[in-house]
């Protein structure tokens, strides 16, 4: 268990619609990341956050967004969801921006018909 | 940006041989370099991780080896065991700018009993 805690497990929602995925990183950790993992683009960068301050954002869609709360707990949100969306989300945290060991969540499955 | 590559992408050994799987990157500014070991529905899990002041790091049976000259890298498994078994990806990392991991393709080791 990596203390990295990611809710729901799985989604299943229709193209069009919106979702939202939740992260609660370690305790003490500062930094949250987001990653998408499908099978024909293997582990994908989106988006990362230290202290609530977005930091650095990669292959993330428009449609896509996501903040990090006061509390450090992260949401990504995912709208006008399209079949390729379907994927694995992956959250990770670290302790800081230049510490850079990060510790991954168990993801959640997303499904989009 | 980073590009990180993984060979092979699928990996047999007997039980007890070893396993050895390596990765080259692109950014001579990369200096983190962890694997991550994945089984199936779980998140990617760190195993070892190694910075580019040291030329090899080992835990126990895994072992990772740097090559800054060549920019690559190989994580080294001796006497595999069945729960070796999973999908094991390399990473890359600068601290200059955006601190997100570049992963490897993925490399599937199974272990023959």
Known sequence: DSGVTQTPKHLITATGQRVTLRCSPRSGDLSVYWY??????GLQFLIHYYNGEERAKGNILERFSAQQFPDLHSELNLSSLELG???????????GQVKETQYFGPGTRLLVL | GENVEQHPSTLSVQEGDSAVIKCTYS???????PWYKQELGKGP???IDIRSNV????????????????????????ETQPEDSAVYFCAAKTNFGNEKLTFGTGTRLTIIP
């Open chain 1, 85 to 95: 969306d379907s994927a694995l989300y992956f959250c990770a945290s670290s302790v």
């Open chain 2, 27 to 33: 950014d001579s500014a990369s200096n983190y370099f």
């Open chain 1, 36 to 41: 998408q993992q499908s099978l024909d683009q």
């Open chain 2, 55 to 78: 030329g090899e790091k080992k835990d126990q049976r895994i072992a990772v080896t740097l090559n800054k000259t060549a920019k690559h890298f190989s994580l080294h498994i001796t």
């Open chain 2, 45 to 47: 899990q760190l195993i």
